[in-house]
């Protein structure tokens, strides 16, 4: 080697740390070394066994030879040789300048670009920069791509603490965005750990980018170390699922799996082998972007179906509007087509917030998490105006009263019965039509006193039912005026499945948030990593909340220390009644016993403060308020434990 390749690296600050017939692993550059003190001398050697790849600075120094820790092969511990056989590992020269020791090694050469960056570029040029995940063993050579780019700032990594916070957390953030973010996992189980997220994103039609390690493709199919087929796995839930290979067209194929996650709003799924990941690539291969390779979504109806709709709004003299999840980024439109039709607008759960509660025309959610003003207008109404909702049992819209559907997906209209007009068209470009050509208002009843009239109705029985108290704990009710007094009324609004949604849904009156939750999959557990997907989205421009009960939060519990780690300013709301109180309410309709429902749970507040957040524990409800308000008002990340009553929904 010419001496000026060779740069000394410090591997150890004080040598007295490593003792007479001891070795360890040190780290130069980046070349992991196994540092030895034998009779007097310190050596460096490879780290790596030539057998198997076993780190020798976890070996031990045994009868004067340093014995491999994976298969007790034995090496000189300085000349790397190995007694008796011709193979060995290599040396490194070693100098101590006063306790410090320094090894020398040729200089590194310039990071070659390889496969895993041209498909991280293409993943930044795409707009996907943000990933959660976990780095291991599988997906190493895609992980140092993904730092690469974190470094020149185009990406943000979020390492969480189990698979399925990553995709919940992606799913959420899709959810809010409408654009992709990816999830991240080594094979084996680390993969199969995302599929309740993944899953959680397909069926509420929200798109996301699922990217796993697997083993070695020279292993595949010989039953190796958390080997599974993945692409065979994540065939039922993923709409794109490829493994990356040698030979792909690597910048294209990452671009199909973004195009087909963005226009599909489904999961998409790259499967990379360890080996391939950090395969040098030539100079002329390069990153792709999306100029030029994704068409807009603006599509118009066709002219019978709309023509239709037109009709039947113009005959109308009481209609009303029911929004869902779909219809989230068309608002504006929509309200004003209310405002000219003076109807009554409600939501779906999923659809919660879209308009505020205090709009002179919103009337809440409908069905089993919904208020009875939404419930009213929609059996007194003579057509119904459904945007962006799927008819889901939970909402309850009836199919007894005639029936407009407008939906961007052509297989969701009429899904569950028949319509009297189903209309097929990108949302926006629909309702804008239909403000454009309406022209029949004077048949039509205002609903503004009518409207105000049945929400002093719901208040007045919201204040009678905030009075109830058994003396076992502090109600959901409260729990909800209380947040609807302190709330930041931009937030992003994160719940969980089970009574707390339901009381969620019905007590929470909503201004300018925005809400998250698991739809049509109802996973426990979605409230905290959504809310950690939903403050990778907007940071510090909007607050986050996460609500949940004691059985969800209980479910990725852990994550708690990722909310710290990355200071995320979510405020988190746990209602603790020991129980799994949904799960019982079921048992008793359904004439079960209650069996197994029971919670024994720790100090959840307490848990906070030793992960490093602040931690507010309320047993009473004249503490309930103060709480509340100290909690909103922190800056960083809180989380307010209320010992809730099962029975006081």
């Known amino acids: 080697m010419e001496k000026d390749k060779q740069v000394w690296y410090k591997v150890l600050d004080n040598k007295k740390e490593l003792l007479e017939g001891r070795v360890m692993t040190v780290t130069a550059g980046h070349k992991t070394l196994c540092l030895t003190h034998f009779e007097g001398k310190y050596c460096a050697l490879d780290n790596k066994c030539p057998h198997q790849g076993g780190p ?50 040729e200089e590194e050469a310039p990071h070659q670009t390889n496969i895993s960056d041209i498909m991280a570029e293409t993943m930044v040029n795409w707009g996907v920069n943000r990933v959660f995940g976990m780095v291991g063993h599988s997906n190493l050579g895609l992980a140092d791509a993904l730092r690469r780019q974190e470094e020149k700032g185009n990406l943000k990594f979020i390492g969480i603490r189990h698979e399925g916070a990553a995709s919940f957390a992606a799913s959420a953030y899709g959810k809010l965005t409408g654009r992709p973010a990816a999830c991240f996992a080594i094979a084996g189980p680390g993969a199969t750990n995302m599929f309740t997220g993944l899953w959680d994103a397909k069926v509420d039609r929200a798109p996301i980018l699922a990217l796993t390690g697997q083993v070695a493709t020279q292993v595949v199919g010989t039953g190796n170390f958390q080997e599974l087929d993945l692409i ?20 294209e194929l990452m671009s199909l799996a973004i195009k087909h996650a963005i226009l599909k709003r489904d999961v998409s799924h790259l499967s990379f082998p360890d080996e391939v990941q950090t395969i040098p690539v030539k100079a002329h291969k390069k990153a792709q972007t999306p100029e030029g390779r994704i068409t807009p979504m603006t599509i118009m109806p066709p002219r019978e179906s709309f023509e239709q709709a037109l009709n039947l709004l113009n005959e109308s003299e009481r209609p009303a509007i029911i929004v869902g999840h779909g219809a989230r980024f068309h608002m504006e439109g929509v309200i004003k087509l209310a405002e000219k039709l003076n109807c009554p607008v409600m939501t779906t759960f999923k659809g919660k917030g879209l308009i505020a509660d205090n709009h002179p025309l919103g009337c809440g959610v409908l069905g089993r998490s919904g208020t009875p003003i939404a419930s009213w207008f929609m059996n007194e109404a003579d057509l119904l105006l459904v945007i962006g909702a799927s008819f889901s049992k939970h909402t309850g819209i009836t199919p007894k009263i005639r029936t407009i559907q407008i939906d961007f997906d052509p297989l969701a209209l009429s899904k569950f019965h028949k319509v009297d007009a189903a209309v097929w068209g990108e949302i926006s470009v629909t309702v804008e039509m239909l403000n454009q050509q309406l022209s029949n208002f004077g048949n039509k009843q205002n ?12 208040k007045a029985e919201k204040s009678k039912r905030l009075l109830e108290d058994r003396g076992k704990g502090i109600s959901s009710i409260a729990v909800f005026d209380a947040l609807n007094q302190y709330a930041p009324e931009d937030a992003v609004m994160c719940v969980d499945v089970g009574n707390n949604a339901y009381s969620f849904g019905r007590y929470f009156e909503t201004k300018k948030h925005s809400f998250l939750m698991s739809g049509y999959l109802g996973s426990i557990g979605f409230a905290l990593p959504a809310a950690m997907g939903a403050w990778a989205a907007v940071d510090r421009e909007r607050p986050v909340i996460a ?39 079921e048992q008793r309709a359904g004439e079960f016993d209650i069996w197994a429902t ?25 503490q309930l308020y103060p709480a509340m308000e100290k909690l909103m008002q922190h800056d960083g990340p809180g989380l307010l434990e209320v010992k809730t009553d099962v029975a006081l929904l």
Not at 95 to 102: L, M, N, S, T, V
Not at 447 to 458: D, G, K, M, S, V
Not at 598 to 622: H, R, T
């Open 232 to 251: 065979k796995a994540f065939n039922t839930v993923a709409e794109f699922n490829h493994r990356v290979q040698y030979k792909s067209r690597h910048s």
């Open 447 to 458: 609903h503004l006193e009518e409207i105000a009239n049945r929400w002093a109705i719901w």
């Open 56 to 105: 020798l600075g976890e070996g031990s120094i045994e009868n004067g030879l340093l014995r491999c820790p994976w298969h007790g092969w034995d090496f000189h511990p300085c000349t790397g040789l190995a007694p008796g056989f011709d193979d060995g590992v290599e040396t490194f020269p070693v100098k101590i300048e006063g306790d410090q020791i320094y090894v020398s090694l």
């Open 598 to 622: 029971s919670l024994v749970n720790p100090d959840f507040a307490n848990y906070a403060e030793s992960c490093g957040i602040l931690g507010i524990q309320v047993k009473e409800k004249d």
């Open 547 to 585: 609500v949940a009960g004691d059985g969800g939060f209980c479910q990725y519990l852990a994550e708690v220390t990722t909310v710290a780690k990355y200071d995320m300013p979510i405020k988190i709301i746990v209602l603790n009644n020991n129980e799994l109180g949904k799960i019982s309410k």
